[in-house]
């Protein structure tokens, strides 16, 4: 009897073993998938069955099998390297959430992550509660291109300027064809008017802001500092772009 029960010690502790590393797919800029155990060594390589891939390459890592939906891709940012740090990465928890950060460490057998929360904070995640990690936000929408096209008819919401002075942010709506002109060190007001969460920036040099995630209902005001065109997007949904033409 006792040799017996040695051997079932022995299996149960080999399989205890086997799920030590953790089972993902990256899903690479070029589209190509690949599937092992994720590991960590540090610095910005990640670790695929020993296998080291820079995290430039890496589009998004998926902890559960199957595609994003559409209306998860809808809310992932169009910029890699978000000039706003703390939005870079994008966090999505299998019951649904989505959590804007920046991956800070990942445990050296992949089973938590640790990030710095956009809204402050450093937070562990365990690989066991991620469906998947936006690495390059932009690099994943575009390998997903097809399915995103197929649900964006209706759900990417544009705006349009109100009122001088005022821009809302609004669904179904045109986001501004002409564009709008404003005095230099004049205040424009970005109001969501919408019933989802909106990221609007400008990388234009000297009239440099990115508003963050923002919530419907409200309003931020951003001063144009510089002469000049201002190219101001939303960095979720690529349709919203306009010029501001700031004159002195
Ligand atoms: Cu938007």
Redesign the pocket.
Known sequence: MIPRILAAIVVSACTTVAYAAQPVTFVLRNGERVSGELTYKGGTTYTLNGTDYPSDNIAMIAFTPGDPSAAELQQIPTVDNNPSEHERHIFVTRDGQIIFGKIYHISPDGSSITFDRREGGRQDISANNLARVYVNPAGARSVYASLLGAGTANAV?TGGVMSPGAVS?AANQPWTDTGMTVKKGEAVTFLNDDT?????LSTAKGNEFNLGSQAPGSSTDVTFKESGEVTVI????PR?KMTVKVVD
């Open positions: 919401a942010v989802v969460p909106h990221n609007i939303c960095a979720i949904h919203m």
